[in-house]
C-alpha cells in the first residue's frame, strides 16, 4: 500500500529550513544558567552544580549537608469508621455542570476524592467521561473558591446572612424575585426553586445558557409542540451528516455521543462494515476531523446548506445556489447517502437559528429519522435555557421592576452578550445574591455572597433524560463554610428545621419503597427503566415554507466572517481556574493555555506570512485586531488548516478577571461581547468581520511541533472499500521485515530474546476509535500525579504529559483529512532507554514493563535521547514541592498550595527535580488487581486490571491486559479479531513494543493516487 504524506504543521509539510533547524534541535533548549547568573559565578555554584547535573534530591541533600525536618506522624484517636488507611473508597455520583450529564465514580483515600471514572450502570453514558469530567476533582480544591458567606465583600456568618436577606425579601413590597440559574437537572431541586418562589408574588425561574441551544428548543417546539430536546442515538446511525454540530466535543453531551458514535466506527475484521460521516463547518472542529468527508462554507450559509440539502432529498423548497461547487456537490453526496438509508440515518446542527434547526427537523423527518435514529418518547433535559427570557430579564432590570435577583451557577456579567447592561441593571435590584462559587465577575457586584458546595460536596439528584436519574452525595465534608443553596432556599423559606438531605430522601423515599431501596440507589447511583422503552417519533408540524423564506432574507456575509466556538477542555469558561484543562493542548491546534484567531493560511497571507515557514515553530505570533459589530478584540493570530478562507473562528471561555483565580485570570481575550442577538436568539457568528495587523506579537504555549519522526511512517489507514478489496494492504509493509527470517521479533535482533512465562502487559489502541477527544491525558494526569509546568515552560518544550494525543494533517492543505494518535511509552521488550542509561534507573520488569526508578536517576536525559517515540519527560523544575530546597519550586497557578495538593494519588510518587518520568501503565493500578485476586484466592481475571486512561476513554478505543491470557481482550485483538489492521509503530527498528495499533479506515471513496506518496526509507 503506499504511504500518504503526514504532517504535523505546514512548516513540515514543506519541509523549510526552520522546521530541519528545529528537528536537529531535539532537545530545543539550554541548562537554565541563568537564574544563578553563572554557574561558577554563583553563591551556591556546589550546589547549583549539583542541581544542573540533575542529582536526586536525597543526594542533593548530603551535598549541602541539609538536615531532613522531622515530621511527626499523628495516628488516628477516633477513626471514622468507613475509612481505612491505604485503601480507598468509592462513591457515585453526578457531574451535571450547565446541563452536561455523566453519571460518575469518586475514588477517595484517607476521605479526599481524588480520581473519578464513569459509571458503567448508566445506560446513557455507560462509562464514559470526557476531559472535563475528569478535570473537575482538581476543581474542588479550587484556592478561588468563596470560603465563607459575605456581605458587601466582608466575611459573615450564616446566620447573619440569613437574617438580613430574610427581611430584604419581606420588605420587597410585592415585587418580583428572580432566580437566574444555568440548566438545572434536578427535579428535587426545581420543585424546591418553585416552593421557594411561589411565597413571592410574580415571581420567576430565568434559566441562562451560557452557550444557547434555544434555537433547538423553539424549533421542536414549533415543529413537534415540545419545548424539549429529543434523545440522539447516534449508534443506529449508517449515515451520520453534521451541520456544524461538533457533538464529539462541546455538543449537548459529548461522553454520550462519543460511546455511540465509536459504536459505528468500529470494525469487524470479517464482516467489516462502518457509519459515513458527512460535516459541514466553517471552522476545524474536533467531530469535523473525525468525519470521512467534510466541507467548509462561510457560516452565514448554514441555512442555504441545510436548505440544499432538504431540497436534495425531495423537499418542497426554494433553496438559494450554492456557489463553491464542492460543497454543492457534497450536499448531493449526503444527499444520496440519507437517502439510501432511510430510518438509519440522522442529522444534527449546531445552528442556534431557530429556522435552520427547523428545517433539519424537516430533513430528519424525511429521512425517517424520528423513531430510529431520534426518540422523542424519551427527551433529553441537557439544555434549557430560552433567549429571549433572559434578554427580557435585562430589561426588567434596567427599568427596575426586579425587586431580588438570585443568581446560581451562571455569570452573565462575563458571559453575556452584553454584560455591561446586565450589570447596569444588577445594580438597580434592591436585593442581589450570588450562590456562585467564587468571587467571579457577576458574584463581586453582589451584595449578599451565600457560596454554593461543589458537587463533589454535595447531595442530590438529576434527570438527564426522562426517567433516567442519577444521584450526587458528598464524597467529602465541605472544605470551606459553604452550605448547599437548596438549605440556604429552605432557610429562606423559613423551614430552617428541613434539611435539604431530609427533603431530597422524602422525595425519593415514597417512590423506592424505603430506607433499603434507598441504600441501594445511592450505591449504583442510577435509577433506569427496567426495560428501556422503545423510541418513538412525533409528527412534524413545522411551518416549512415560513424557515426558508427567513433563511433566503437573511443578511448575507461579507468578505470576512466571525465564528465563535467552545474549546473541548475550557468549554464556556466556568472551568476555566483548572490548570489541568488550561495546559491539555486542544485537539487540533495542539495550543494551551490561551484563546487566539485560528485562520487559514490562505487569509494569513495577508498578514505576509509565508507558507507556514517559522510561524508554527516559533512562540511569538502576530497580534490582529478583530472588529464586530463595533467591538474589537485583540488576540495572536494561528494558522489552522482546514479552515474556510473567508472565515476566522475565536474561542469563548477565556478573558476572567483575576478574582476568577490564578489559572483563568487574565489568560486570553473575553470573546463573549462579539456575540448579537438576533431578536429571537444569540448567535454565535457574525457575517461582518475586520481584521487589521497591530504589530504587536504574543507568544503561544504549542505542544504539536516538540517532537519529530523525520519522515518515518508512523500512521498506517485505509478506506473501508479498499479493506474490503484487499485487507491485507495495510499491512503489505511488514513483508520486508521477512527478510530478516521467519520469525520477526525472534530473529531480527542481536539480542538475546526473552520470555515472560506469567503475566505479560500489552495494550492495543484503535485509531478508528480515537476521537481525539483528551480525557485519556486528564485522567492521566490526575492518576499518575503528573505537574502542571505553566505556558512558559510549554513554550520551552518542557510539557510533562504521559499521554499525548498527536494530531496528523494529510492530502489537501486547505481541506486536508485528519487523525489522531494517542503516543505513550510503548514499554518496548527491546527498549532503546534501558541500553543507554548509565545508573540502570530504567530497566525492564518480568511482566514486560519498562520500569523507572527516580530516585535513582541523575537527569543525564540519555534515554530520552534514545528514545524514537519521544515519550519521557525530564522534570526540569520541581513543580510539586518534592526537593529539598525552597528556591527550588516551581509553582504553578496555586498546584503547590496545600489545598490544592489534596488531589495527589499516594499511590504514585511525586517526583522531585532532575529526574525523568514517563507512563508506567499506572502499575500501581496493576498491583492494586493482582493483590485483590491473590485475596480471593483466584488468578487475576480480564478487565480487572485499567489503566487510568482505558478507564476515560469513551470511545473505547483503548484495550488493556495480559497478552499471555489467550482470552484477554487485547489477546483476541492481536491474535483473532484484528490481525489486518494491527501494527507496531517503527516496527523496523526492533524495539519490540508493548503497544499495537489498529489501522485507521474512512469510508469514502476511493481517489487513485490521491494526495499519495511512496513510503520514504529512512536509514
Request: aromatic share 8%.
Amino acid at each position: 500500500m503506499e504511504q500518504k504524506k503526514y504532517w504535523k504543521g505546514l512548516e513540515e509539510l514543506h519541509n523549510t529550513k526552520a522546521h530541519q533547524e528545529n528537528v536537529k534541535n531535539e532537545f530545543g533548549e539550554e541548562l537554565p544558567f541563568d537564574e544563578s547568573e553563572s554557574l561558577l559565578g554563583a553563591t551556591t555554584p556546589r550546589r547549583d552544580f549539583l542541581k544542573y547535573l540533575g542529582f536526586t534530591t536525597a543526594a542533593a541533600t548530603i551535598a549541602a549537608s541539609c538536615e531532613i525536618p522531622v515530621k511527626k506522624a499523628i495516628p488516628y484517636v477516633n477513626k471514622p469508621e468507613e475509612i481505612t488507611p491505604g485503601v480507598p473508597n468509592y462513591y457515585a455520583s453526578t457531574y451535571a455542570v450547565d446541563g452536561e450529564y455523566v453519571p460518575v465514580v469518586v475514588k477517595t483515600r484517607e476521605g479526599r476524592p481524588i480520581k473519578i471514572e464513569g459509571n458503567t450502570l448508566s445506560s446513557v453514558t455507560r462509562g464514559a467521561t470526557t476531559a472535563k469530567v475528569q478535570g473537575s476533582v482538581l476543581s474542588l480544591y479550587d484556592t478561588a473558591r468563596l470560603r465563607y458567606p459575605t456581605i458587601n465583600g466582608t466575611e459573615t456568618t450564616w446566620a447573619e446572612l440569613d437574617k438580613q436577606v430574610t427581611a430584604a425579601l419581606g420588605a420587597l413590597g410585592g415585587q418580583p424575585v428572580v432566580l437566574l440559574s444555568s440548566t438545572i437537572l434536578s427535579p428535587s431541586t426545581k420543585k424546591l426553586i418553585g416552593e421557594f418562589l411561589a411565597k413571592y408574588p410574580n415571581s420567576r425561574h430565568v434559566t441562562y445558557d451560557a452557550v444557547s441551544y434555544s434555537g433547538m428548543l423553539l424549533a421542536n417546539e414549533a415543529a413537534y409542540g415540545k419545548r424539549t430536546l429529543p434523545s440522539y442515538h447516534f449508534e443506529n446511525a449508517k449515515v451520520i451528516v453534521s451541520l456544524a454540530a461538533d457533538f464529539l466535543g462541546n455538543w449537548l453531551n459529548p461522553a454520550e455521543f462519543n460511546k455511540a458514535y465509536a459504536a459505528t466506527r468500529k470494525i469487524n475484521q470479517e464482516k467489516p462494515e462502518m457509519s459515513k460521516h458527512f460535516q459541514f463547518e466553517s471552522t476545524m472542529s474536533l467531530t469535523g476531523a473525525n468525519a470521512d468527508e467534510r466541507y467548509t462554507h462561510k457560516p452565514s450559509e448554514t441555512g442555504a446548506v441545510a436548505l440544499a440539502l432538504f431540497s436534495a432529498l425531495g423537499g418542497s423548497v426554494s433553496a438559494p445556489a450554492i456557489a463553491d461547487k464542492r460543497v454543492a456537490d457534497g450536499i448531493k453526496k449526503a444527499a444520496q447517502a440519507l437517502k439510501a438509508n432511510h430510518g438509519k440515518a440522522l442529522v444534527v446542527s449546531g445552528s442556534n437559528d431557530v429556522n435552520v434547526q427547523l428545517i433539519v427537523n424537516a430533513i430528519n423527518d424525511i429521512i425517517g429519522a424520528n423513531g430510529t435514529t431520534i426518540d422523542w418518547a424519551t427527551t433529553s433535559n441537557y439544555r434549557q435555557g430560552i433567549d429571549s427570557d433572559m434578554v427580557q430579564l435585562v430589561k426588567d432590570l434596567n427599568a427596575g421592576s426586579v425587586g431580588a435577583l438570585l443568581v446560581y451557577g451562571v455569570n452573565p456579567v462575563y458571559d453575556y452578550f452584553d454584560g455591561k447592561q446586565f450589570a447596569e441593571g444588577l445594580k438597580k435590584a434592591k436585593l442581589t445574591v450570588t450562590f456562585n462559587d467564587r468571587k467571579d465577575e457577576t458574584s463581586e457586584l453582589c451584595k449578599y455572597a451565600a457560596p454554593d458546595h461543589h458537587f463533589l460536596e454535595s447531595w442530590g439528584d438529576a434527570e438527564g433524560k426522562t426517567g433516567y436519574f442519577s444521584f450526587t452525595q458528598p464524597t467529602i465534608a465541605p472544605l470551606f463554610k459553604t452550605r448547599a443553596i437548596q438549605d440556604t432556599l429552605l432557610a429562606w423559606s423559613g423551614n430552617a428545621s428541613t434539611n435539604w438531605v431530609n427533603y431530597l430522601k422524602n422525595e425519593w423515599m415514597g417512590k423506592l419503597g424505603g430506607q433499603e431501596a434507598w441504600d441501594k440507589t445511592l450505591q449504583d447511583g442510577v435509577i433506569e427503566p427496567a426495560t428501556a422503552p422503545a423510541l418513538a417519533g412525533a409528527t412534524f408540524a413545522g411551518d416549512i415554507a415560513y424557515a426558508a423564506s427567513k433563511i433566503n432574507s437573511a443578511k448575507k456575509g461579507g468578505a470576512l466572517e466571525l465564528v465563535l466556538y467552545e474549546k473541548v477542555a475550557i468549554g464556556n469558561g466556568k472551568l476555566a481556574n483548572n490548570p489541568w484543562l488550561q495546559e491539555m493542548p486542544d485537539p487540533i491546534t495542539r495550543a494551551t493555555w490561551d484563546n487566539y484567531i485560528c485562520i487559514s493560511n490562505t487569509r494569513a497571507k495577508q498578514f505576509g506570512e509565508e507558507l507556514g515557514d517559522d510561524y508554527e515553530i516559533h512562540a511569538g505570533k502576530k497580534v490582529l485586531r478583530v472588529k464586530v459589530n463595533g467591538r474589537q478584540i485583540e488576540l495572536p493570530l494561528l494558522i489552522v488548516p482546514g479552515m474556510h478562507p473567508d472565515v476566522i473562528a475565536i474561542a469563548v471561555g477565556y478573558g476572567r478577571n483575576m478574582n476568577a483565580g490564578k489559572a483563568a485570570g487574565g489568560v486570553g481575550q473575553n470573546a463573549y461581547p462579539l456575540v448579537s442577538y438576533n431578536g429571537q436568539t444569540f448567535d454565535y457568528f457574525a457575517p461582518d468581520a475586520a481584521i487589521e495587523a497591530t504589530g504587536a506579537k504574543y507568544d503561544l504555549g504549542l505542544t504539536q511541533q516538540h517532537n519529530s519522526y523525520e519522515g518515518r511512517p508512523i500512521i498506517k489507514e485505509t478506506t473501508l472499500e479498499e479493506f474490503i478489496k484487499n485487507p491485507k494492504e495495510v499491512n503489505e509493509d511488514r513483508e520486508e521485515l521477512e527478510k530478516y527470517g521467519k520469525d520477526y521479533r525472534a530473529d531480527g535482533t542481536l539480542y538475546p530474546n526473552y520470555s515472560y512465562p506469567g503475566i505479560k502487559w500489552g495494550m492495543s489502541i484503535d485509531l478508528n476509535s480515537c476521537t481525539g477527544c483528551g480525557a485519556c491525558t486528564i485522567a492521566c494526569q490526575a492518576e499518575n500525579n503528573v505537574s502542571v509546568v505553566g505556558k512558559e515552560q510549554v513554550i520551552k518544550a518542557h510539557e510533562m504529559h504521559w499521554i499525548r494525543i498527536d494530531r496528523y494533517f494529510s492530502g489537501d492543505e486547505n481541506n486536508p483529512e485528519v487523525i489522531f494518535q494517542p503516543m505513550l511509552c510503548q514499554h518496548c521488550d527491546n527498549a532503546p532507554c534501558e541500553n543507554v542509561c548509565p545508573v540502570a534507573a530504567t530497566m525492564h520488569s518480568s511482566e514486560g514493563l519498562n520500569q523507572m526508578a527516580y530516585n535513582r536517576c541523575i537527569g543525564t536525559r540519555y534515554c530520552a535521547n534514545n528514545c524514537p517515540y519521544k515519550v519521557r519527560r525530564f522534570n526540569w523544575r520541581d513543580w510539586n514541592g518534592a526537593d529539598s530546597f525552597d528556591n527550588n519550586l516551581y509553582d504553578v497557578s496555586d498546584m503547590n498550595d496545600n489545598l490544592t495538593r489534596m488531589v495527589l494519588n499516594p499511590d504514585v510518587v511525586v517526583r522531585s527535580r532532575g529526574v525523568m518520568e514517563k507512563c508506567s501503565f499506572c502499575v500501581q493500578r496493576l498491583q492494586d488487581a493482582k493483590l485483590a485476586a491473590k485475596k480471593a484466592g483466584r488468578p487475576m481475571k480480564d478487565g480487572e486490571a485499567k489503566t487510568a486512561c482505558q478507564q476515560a476513554c469513551p470511545t473505547d478505543a483503548i484495550v488493556f491486559g495480559n497478552v499471555n491470557d489467550k482470552e484477554s481482550r487485547v489477546s483476541k485483538i492481536r491474535n483473532e479479531e484484528q490481525t489486518e489492521r494491527l501494527y507496531y509503530v517503527l516496527e523496523e527498528l526492533h524495539t519490540l513494543p508493548s503497544v499495537n495499533y489498529l489501522a485507521k479506515v474512512r469510508n469514502k471513496e476511493v481517489v487513485e493516487k490521491e494526495g499519495r506518496l511512496k513510503e520514504e526509507h529512512h536509514a
